[in-house]
C-alpha cells in the first residue's frame, strides 16, 4: 500500500521540469498582474500598498496564468523549430486565457472584455514587462519539452511498466488472476 502510494509520488526528470515550468509561470504571472494594474488610470488603479486587493490580483493572476498555461499546453513543449513556431502561439494563447480569467476574477463583467486589451496594451507601453512575461513562458515551453524528450525515447514513467499492463484489466482478470 504504502509502495503504490510512493509510487505515485515519484517524478521523473521530465515531469520535474514541466512541474517547474509551471513554477516559473504561475509565480511570474502575479508580477506582471500588479504592474499591469498599477498602471490603470481611475477607478481601477492599483496602489502598492499591502491591500486585499493587491493580494487578490496577486492570486487571481497565479490562478489565471497557471490555468492559462494549462489550457494551451498542446502548444508548448514540442522540439525544433516547428515546436518554437508552435510555442510563440503558445504563449500568445496563454496571454490571452490568462488575461480573460484574471479580468473575470479581478473586475467580474469589465474585466473579462477589457483585460486582453489592457495587457496588450500594457506589454505596448512597457516592452520590459512584455520580455519578462514572454521570457517565463519561453522558459516554461523549454521546461515542458524535456517531459516530450523522454515520452518520445520511451525513458519516462511507461518505460518501467509490465508487459501485463498492456492487456485489458479484464484481460489481465483473466489470464492473470489470484487465487
Known amino acids: 500500500m504504502f509502495e503504490r502510494l510512493t509510487q505515485k509520488l515519484y517524478l521523473t526528470k521530465g515531469e520535474k521540469a514541466y512541474l517547474l515550468g509551471y513554477v516559473v509561470v504561475v509565480l511570474t504571472a502575479p508580477i506582471v498582474a500588479i504592474l499591469v494594474m498599477a498602471g490603470l488610470a481611475a477607478p481601477y488603479t492599483l496602489v502598492i500598498e499591502?491591500?486585499?486587493?493587491?493580494?487578490?490580483?496577486?492570486?487571481?493572476?497565479?490562478?489565471?496564468?497557471?490555468?492559462?498555461?494549462?489550457?494551451?499546453?498542446?502548444?508548448?513543449?514540442?522540439?525544433?523549430?516547428?515546436?518554437?513556431?508552435?510555442?510563440?502561439?503558445?504563449?500568445?494563447?496563454?496571454?490571452?486565457?490568462?488575461?480573460?480569467?484574471?479580468?473575470?476574477?479581478?473586475?467580474?463583467?469589465?474585466g473579462t472584455l477589457q483585460a486582453p486589451l489592457i495587457v496588450t496594451s500594457a506589454f505596448i507601453a512597457k516592452p520590459w514587462l512584455a520580455?519578462?512575461?514572454?521570457?517565463?513562458?519561453?522558459?516554461?515551453?523549454?521546461?515542458?519539452?524535456?517531459?516530450?524528450?523522454?515520452?518520445?525515447?520511451?525513458?519516462?514513467?511507461?518505460?518501467?511498466r509490465s508487459a501485463t499492463s498492456q492487456l485489458s484489466r479484464l484481460s489481465r482478470a483473466q489470464l492473470y488472476h489470484r487465487d
Open 131 to 160: 520580455a519578462i512575461w514572454f521570457a517565463a513562458t519561453f522558459g516554461a515551453h523549454y521546461l515542458m519539452s524535456f517531459l516530450e524528450e523522454e515520452r518520445a525515447f520511451g525513458i519516462g514513467r511507461e518505460a518501467h
Open 50 to 110: 499591502p491591500t486585499n486587493y493587491l493580494y487578490w490580483v496577486a492570486i487571481s493572476g497565479a490562478i489565471s496564468a497557471g490555468v492559462g498555461l494549462y489550457l494551451a499546453r498542446g502548444w508548448m513543449g514540442n522540439a525544433g523549430p516547428l515546436g518554437a513556431a508552435r510555442a510563440i502561439v503558445g504563449s500568445a494563447a496563454v496571454t490571452l486565457i490568462a488575461a480573460v480569467i484574471g479580468g473575470t476574477l479581478t473586475v467580474p463583467f469589465d
